[in-house]
């Protein structure tokens, strides 16, 4: 067998992989960054598994690359808009993902951010760091509460979810919307109100992003979201990206149409904004929200086992649908 690992991952996962199929079976592209695309259409020819990471792009000039031997692409994510799951498809080629195990984790960080933007966390340890604080201040950085708050969800999968149960100990009331409605006991057990997108940026006090990227959610937030949201709110982006598009949001924070932003992924990351960069009441963060040690080691055990499956002739346990 012949797989693929494009970047180095925590040994939960390569063991996994190393047990299975021999350690000559595996090759872990030493780079630091992403592999040179040129290099990995190069190296890819003739393998029977490829273990990605999001930054990779999966098309079908890479399939092809690959050739026929290729039975499966198994990302090192949840999310999965790099790859082209239809090209995947008629190239024969099984695609998975990681859900469920960076649920909590990504949960857990958009509320570090919702918490960090609207309590004045970067600002206030940038001004620290810089020599500025010589008093305490009645007046100084003053944020806004987060309890009995207003939370809207912007897409109410397994994170938008595990984000609403830990709304419940804030004592905040929970609004969503999605293209789909979760069942009434669903709602009712997480005491979450459907709403539609006008009620939702209207309402919210704080809106978090947790859909996937699709052509539908593509800028899903832009000008005129920003302008129908509250002067005090603050909007915080875990999910993709281009979600929300980043020249509107950096002005709808320059002109106060909101009060601040928590954002971990970016239109075209690694590069992000200049005019987000400007803004003081953004907390900017290069996409960790799943960088928990246990976490990341769980994703990669998933991705390895999802390969094992697949190369034994099993159906992999986490086959995405496109
Ligand atoms: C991270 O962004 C993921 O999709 O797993
Ligand atoms: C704040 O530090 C207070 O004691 O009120």
Partial sequence: MKIIVTRIVPDRGLNILREAFGEESITVTQQD????RAELLKIVAGIDALLPMLTERIDDELL?????QLKIVANNAVGYDNIDVAAAKRH????????????????????TLMMAAARRVGEGERFLRAGKWTCWGPMQLLGMDIHGATLGIFGMGRIGQAMARRALGFGMKVIYTDTFRMAVGAEKALSLTYVDKETLLRESDFISCHCPLTPETRHAFSTAEFAKMKPTSVF???SRGPVVDEAALAGALKSGKIFAAGI????????????????????LIPHLASASVETRSRMAAIAAQNIVACLRGEVPPNVVQG
């Fill in 33 to 36: 960054g992403p592999i040179p």
């Fill in 264 to 283: 971990d992924v970016f239109e075209q990351e690694p590069k992000v904004h200049p005019a987000l960069l400007e803004c003081e009441n953004a907390v």
């Fill in 236 to 238: 915080v982006n875990t």
């Fill in 92 to 111: 024969g080629v099984i695609v998975t993902n990681t859900p469920g195990v960076l649920t909590e984790t990504t949960a857990d960080f958009a509320w």
């Fill in 64 to 68: 092809d690359a690959a050739g026929p």
